[in-house]
């Protein structure tokens, strides 16, 4: 795929700082072998800072490790921070490839915009990727339903109490390597709704990918485990009666006549992989809808027999099937559900996109070593 960028800002020089002590060649194996999501990380990172007065300089590729911050840093008092997750994939020729990272580069601007963040260029954001994985590509693991799981975030790193933007702002993108999200095989996963917490209001910073969101889950989420389910999903805050999203990942229905419904709205992450996997449910001839679903349509549509299938799908996870939803006062699905055909069917697809086992006609794909 190719994008092209603005002249002006088509590339940034990099200063590239090499690991003095880089993980070995056999401990770097051993991770890939069986890697394990978010928890080794590569030798390098990216590091870009942003000021008032000197817009975005002083890139550099650096070797990861602490990050010195003031205790005044503004982040840690207003929690004014954003990130992005984007993943390598390395195809059958040992090419190493993203998926849609333009995408990723202008939703991070959406969030930077809603945080009084400075917004980086589309170009910068790419070209950050590409470095880290100049010197980080043999970190990219090869194996299937693997992959390098980037994360591309910024903070404001002011040192100031008052309330108001950060002037100054630090950009940085690490990495790791990621097997399957729930590990194993593809089971459906067990969902538990959260009645009492809500993840976002409307007008508030539900449509930015911020921390403060993901904290705002993770009581539900722990209530949600004790429940025995994977994850939690969560009602709107006007009327507690339409889906949203889970803590990290969006929700899709699929009907007895082939159609398939997601919800809308404002306070809902816009999800990469999930607009992907419509497109290609689209092209099937499936009708999407991109609307208001309540619980009750849910639950008595699961019923009757109008819903059939029910899956979740994000960048880490990318697409998984849910076998049941679990509330206080009901229960939708069972536990021994299998995988919907068509879930299963979309997920195939979009791996085999990434990984490059198919034609990329939408071209989606992008090149990072080179």
């Known amino acids: 795929m190719t994008i092209e960028l603005p002249m002006a800002q088509r590339d940034m020089m990099f200063q590239i700082l090499s690991n003095s002590e880089p993980l070995s060649e056999d401990k770097r194996q051993e991770v890939l072998d069986s890697p394990v999501f978010g928890t080794v990380f590569?030798?390098?990172m990216v590091d870009i800072c942003w000021s008032e007065k000197g817009g975005w300089h002083r890139p550099r590729v650096q070797p990861y490790g602490p990050i010195p911050l003031d205790p005044a840093a503004a982040v840690l008092h207003y929690g004014q921070e954003i990130f992005e997750g984007i993943k390598a994939y390395r195809h059958d020729d040992g090419s190493i490839w993203t998926f849609?990272?333009?995408q990723n580069a202008l939703r991070m601007q959406r969030s930077a915009k809603r945080m009084a963040m400075p917004e980086l260029p589309v170009d910068y954001f790419i070209q950050a990727l590409r470095e880290l994985i100049a010197v980080?590509?043999?970190?990219?693991?090869?194996?299937?339903?693997?992959s390098l799981y980037i994360r591309p975030f910024m903070f404001a790193k002011e040192a100031f109490l008052g309330v108001r933007p950060a002037k100054k702002v630090a950009f940085y993108?690490?990495?790791s390597p990621a097997g399957p999200y729930f590990g194993g095989a593809v089971d459906p996963v067990s969902i538990w709704l959260s009645t009492t917490y809500r993840r976002a209001a409307k007008g508030g910073t539900g449509g930015a990918k911020t921390g403060g969101n993901y904290a705002a889950s993770l009581l539900a989420q722990t209530e949600a485990a004790e429940h025995g389910c994977h994850q939690v999903l969560f009602l709107d805050s006007e009327t507690g009666t339409n889906i949203e999203e889970l803590g990290g990942m969006n929700v899709v229905l699929v009907y007895k006549d082939g159609t398939v419904v997601t919800p809308k709205s404002d306070t809902i992450l816009a999800g990469i992989t999930r607009d992907s996997v419509l497109k290609l449910?689209?092209?099937r001839g499936h009708a999407i809808e991109r609307r208001d679903v309540g619980i009750d349509e849910w639950r008595e549509g699961s019923a009757s027999g109008d819903i059939v299938e029910a899956f979740a799908c994000g960048t880490a996870a990318t697409v998984v099937p849910i076998g049941q939803l679990k509330t206080p006062d009901f229960t939708i699905g069972s536990e021994d559900a299998t995988p919907g055909e068509l879930t299963m069917s979309l997920r195939k697809e979009l791996l085999d996109i990434q990984h490059g086992r198919i034609p990329d006609v939408h071209q989606w794909m992008m090149r990072l070593d080179q």
């Not at 980080?136 to 693997?146: K, L």
């Open 136 to 146: 980080d590509g043999d970190w990219v693991p090869s194996a299937a339903e693997t």
């Open 281 to 283: 449910a689209e092209e």
């Open 173 to 175: 993108v690490i990495a």
């Open 100 to 102: 849609r990272p333009d």
């Open 42 to 44: 590569t030798d390098h």
